[in-house]
């Protein structure tokens, strides 16, 4: 059984109005879930909020006093030293605290699940992958993913961690840079373009780690059959290499075509493929949410990708009750816009540079 986990309290985790992250993206991927019935199967469980202990297992205490205070609107003397300033990325916001625990319990509690022997667990609202343990980064407060994995060692030996989101999973990896034991595979638009600069294929790994971090750059407007070759020559050939117990997916949906904030050139079936794959392979998985900014393709990826994920088949036609079925009238992508052919080439010449330098010289491939 697949098991779900959130609340509402998630959606507090806003920075505001002028801010790209809007919380609407999970409410309406709820309401279109809710309205194909997918609760009825896989009913929406509350999580708890994540213990001290837990948060430390990646942040460090001195943070996390730091989010304390400023969340309660008091001043943190540098705070930018952790990531937080008015006019970046992360502007402090009141409640701030309270709103990443929320998302960061759910993502705890779907660890839990797959360590108490659930196939797959789901917190859509978590995936926030650019934390680090004393830094916000990107929107990110709370390395909620890296937590996960920190806690399946309890269970799993060999873990890895999968990112499909637009941007490259930064946490994660230099998180678990020196680790051995856990893999990470991170697809995204080459750092040469977008935020956060990093990503490139000469990131291996160090010490005892060294092999255990894989990175898939590709360039502006690579569209699915690229972005889904390479995921399967370097993503999945990784995976197979490594042989991990368990996945952490972030599947972060801003790599569609019309995404506000990148330039990769996705559809939402295209994408969704990668999460079924990543299912396919059998193993126990945290599935986990991302970025995604564009309110009339995020509901229907994470929609698809829930229902890929828990075997639920769903009618393309979105249903007559659905608020947002004018904007949404079905899942797939009928077209994405059209590219020239010298795109074209330019995003596959890309891909294969990638994946040529990564079957030469990464110590998996050797
Ligand atoms: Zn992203």
């Known amino acids: 059984m697949t098991r779900f986990f959130y609340t509402p309290e998630i959606e507090l985790y806003d920075f505001g109005p002028q801010h790209p992250l809007k919380y609407q993206r999970l409410q309406l991927t709820l309401e279109l879930l809710d309205r194909y019935g997918v609760f009825q199967t896989m009913p929406v469980e509350a999580p708890r909020m994540p213990s001290e202990e837990e948060l430390l297992l990646i942040h460090t205490s001195e943070y996390l006093d730091a989010v304390k205070t400023l969340s309660a609107g008091e001043d943190v003397p540098e705070a930018h030293n952790y990531g937080f300033w008015e006019l970046g990325d992360n502007p402090p916001f009141a409640g701030m605290w309270e709103a990443a625990l929320a998302y960061t319990g759910a993502t705890v509690c779907a660890t839990e699940a797959v360590l108490a022997g659930e196939k797959c667990a789901i917190n859509i609202g978590g995936g926030l992958h650019h934390a680090l343990p004393s830094r916000a980064s990107g929107f990110c407060v709370l390395a909620d993913p890296a937590i996960a994995l920190e806690m399946l060692k309890k269970r799993f030996k060999r873990l890895a961690y999968v990112d499909i989101d637009l941007h490259h999973g930064d946490g994660p990896q230099w998180i678990f840079y020196q680790d051995p034991d856990v893999l990470t595979v991170s697809i995204h638009e080459s750092g040469q373009w977008l935020f956060p ?159 040529d330098w990564m079957t030469a010289n990464h110590p998996l491939w050797l």
Request: charge should be negative; proline fraction near 8%; include cysteine.
């Open 197 to 355: 600069g990093t990503g490139n294929v000469t990131e291996i790994g160090e010490e005892e780690g060294r092999g255990t971090c894989v990175n898939i750059p590709l360039a502006p407007l690579t569209g699915d059959e690229v972005w889904q070759h390479a995921f399967e020559t370097i993503g999945l050939g990784a995976l197979q290499r490594f042989q991990p117990e368990a996945i952490v997916l972030q599947m972060g949906s801003d790599p569609h075509a019309l995404d506000p904030l990148g330039h990769l050139h996705l559809s939402a079936q295209g994408w969704v493929w990668a999460v079924e794959q990543v299912k396919n392979l059998g193993l126990p998985i945290v599935a986990l949410g991302g970025g995604g900014y564009n309110l009339t393709t995020v509901p229907r990826m994470w929609t698809m990708a829930i229902a890929a994920l828990a075997g639920i088949p769903l009618p393309d036609e979105t249903p007559e009750t659905f608020s947002w079925k004018a904007d949404i009238p079905r899942l797939t992508d009928q077209q994405v816009p059209a590219l020239s052919k010298q795109e074209q080439q330019a995003a596959q010449q890309f891909a294969e540079q990638t994946i």
